[in-house]
T-cell receptor, first 114, second 109 residues
Framework: KAGVTQTPRYLIKTRGQQVTLSCSPISGHRSVSWYQQTPGQGLQFLFEYFSETQRNKGNFPGRFSGRQFSNSRSEMNVSTLELGDSALYLC?????????????FGDGTRLSIL | GQNIDQPTEMTATEGAIVQINCTYQTSGFNGLFWYQQHAGEAPTFLSYNVLDGLEEKGRFSSFLSRSKGYSYLLLKELQMKDSASYLCAARGSNYQLIWGAGTKLIIKP
């Protein structure tokens, strides 16, 4: 069974640009969550999608947005990039995001802003 | 508010036992997860507790006390490959996982 796939693995952008990251969950998983991880900061929750609807949202500015498609694949978009957006962006999927269902993580997209 | 606390860093010796503590405060509670994350890699699931008590999985065990809002991960017979960050996460009442900042475990020979 294929795991969570994130593309691209690495990305370099400049301030002011926008970026779109993609996540394909494990087959059958309907919940997809996005996280930002920077050194020493742990996992910062961005948002969670379930059945094409945003079910939960973290405390990030409106420049960060996402969506989920009918096949459960998800994308996140960051507009007007800032230097502080440099981070590892992780996507995690689970069956329905409830109870004892663990989240399974992709390898992440490492975004560098110049 | 909702938050999770765990130590920033711990050091232990190869072959020894180490206990990583986690205290949590959530709106509602639907279980607690432990994950392992090696440097440069994605987190991987280790254990889940929803009832009080100890869950054992080989060299790793996880304990939960719901009344105290407390959990620990116990690692026995430490190996060098156990050097990693260990993340504690609690599931609240709205499906969301609340994550701790992680405990970096350093294993010395």
């Amino acid at each position: 069974k294929a795991g969570v796939t994130q593309t691209p693995r690495y990305l370099i952008k400049t301030r002011g640009q926008q970026v779109t990251l993609s996540c394909s969950p494990i087959s059958g998983h309907r919940s997809v969550s996005w996280y930002q991880q920077t050194p020493g900061q742990g996992l910062q929750f961005l948002f969670e999608y379930f059945s094409e609807t945003q079910r939960n949202k973290g405390n990030f500015p409106g420049r960060f947005s996402g969506r989920q498609f009918s096949n459960s694949r998800s994308e996140m978009n960051v507009s007007t990039l800032e230097l502080g957006d440099s981070a590892l962006y992780l996507c995690a999927s689970s069956l329905e995001g409830d109870g004892n269902q663990p989240q399974h993580f992709g390898d992440g997209t490492r975004l560098s802003i110049l | 508010g909702q938050n999770i606390d765990q130590p920033t860093e711990m050091t232990a010796t190869e072959g020894a036992i180490v206990q990583i503590n986690c205290t949590y405060q959530t709106s509602g509670f639907n279980g607690l997860f432990w994950y392992q994350q090696h440097a440069g890699e994605a987190p991987t699931f280790l254990s889940y507790n929803v009832l009080d008590g100890l869950e054992e999985k080989g060299r790793f065990s996880s304990f939960l006390s719901r009344s105290k809002g407390y959990s620990y991960l116990l690692l026995k017979e430490l190996q060098m490959k156990d050097s990693a960050s260990y993340l504690c996460a609690a599931r609240g009442s709205n499906y969301q996982l609340i994550w701790g900042a992680g405990t970096k475990l350093i294993i010395k020979p």
